[in-house]
T-cell receptor, first 114, second 111 residues
Framework: DGGITQSPKYLFRKEGQNVTLSCEQN?????MYWYRQDPGQGLRLIYY???????QKGDIAEGYSVSREKKESFPLTVTSAQKNPTAFYLC?????????????FGDGTRLSIL | RKEVEQDPGPFNVPEGATVAFNCTYSNSASQSFFWYRQDCRKEPKLLMS???SGNEDGRFTAQLNRASQYISLLIRDSKLSDSATYLCVVNSVKYGQNFVFGPGTRLSVLP
């Protein structure tokens, strides 16, 4: 069954701790994305990757880091520099950045501060 | 001005009603347009693409007006299960043709 898998579903972060959110896709998509959604708000782009070993900052990259070592995987690390990490984090993928194909989303990770 | 703006909502309508949402976008070079639906505490899911000539999928009709740079979504015969937030999505030249999501319009269909 093709799709995007995010884990864990819920995550708690202690003060000063880095945490990593996993995103894996088996759709053979080139482009992958991370968004943050705060309650009652729209989606904001954190980072995106158009191809393996390459990624670009979105609107709110500060306090976050990513890697794209494999086509199917795009993990997001929320560092201790991100002072307000509590949010719903969504990973998405798309066939290619320049295509007219829509994005597909994983079912998200909810991150809270302990 | 934001790249994508939507009716602020919320829209509260009775079952069976027809409801329309509007969305405006600022970049005249945008080429790809979609409507997504997001249920409470869930991920957005693609509802439909929006084509230049307009398109229909069952009770849902999407229209694109390039001259005025707006997109609309019409829902006929509303069902309770249509209650959700509807997101307008447009491709953006700012991030290499990546998508920009509107803030969403919340719909509640009441019995």
């Amino acid at each position: 069954d093709g799709g995007i898998t995010q884990s864990p579903k819920y995550l708690f972060r202690k003060e000063g701790q880095n945490v990593t959110l996993s995103c894996e896709q088996n759709l053979n998509h080139d482009a992958m994305y991370w968004y943050r959604q705060d309650p009652g708000q729209g989606l904001r782009l954190i980072y995106y990757s158009q191809i393996v070993n390459d990624f670009q900052k979105g609107d709110i990259a500060e306090g976050y880091s990513v890697s794209r070592e494999k086509k199917e995987s795009f993990p997001l690390t929320v560092t201790s520099a991100q002072k307000n990490p509590t949010a719903f984090y969504l990973c998405a993928s798309r066939q290619r950045t320049d295509s007219n194909q829509p994005q597909h989303f994983g079912d998200g990770t909810r991150l809270s501060i302990l | 001005r934001k790249e994508v703006e939507q009716d602020p909502g919320p829209f509260n309508v009775p079952e069976g009603a027809t409801v329309a949402f509007n969305c405006t976008y600022s970049n005249s070079a945008s080429q790809s347009f979609f409507w997504y639906r997001q249920d409470c505490r869930k991920e957005p899911k693609l509802l439909m693409s929006v084509y230049s000539s307009g398109n229909e999928d069952g009770r849902f009709t999407a229209q694109l007006n390039r001259a005025s740079q707006y997109i609309s979504l019409l829902i006929r015969d509303s069902k309770l299960s249509d209650s959700a937030t509807y997101l307008c999505v447009v491709n953006s030249v700012k991030y290499g043709q990546n998508f920009v999501f509107g803030p969403g319009t919340r719909l509640s269909v009441l019995p």
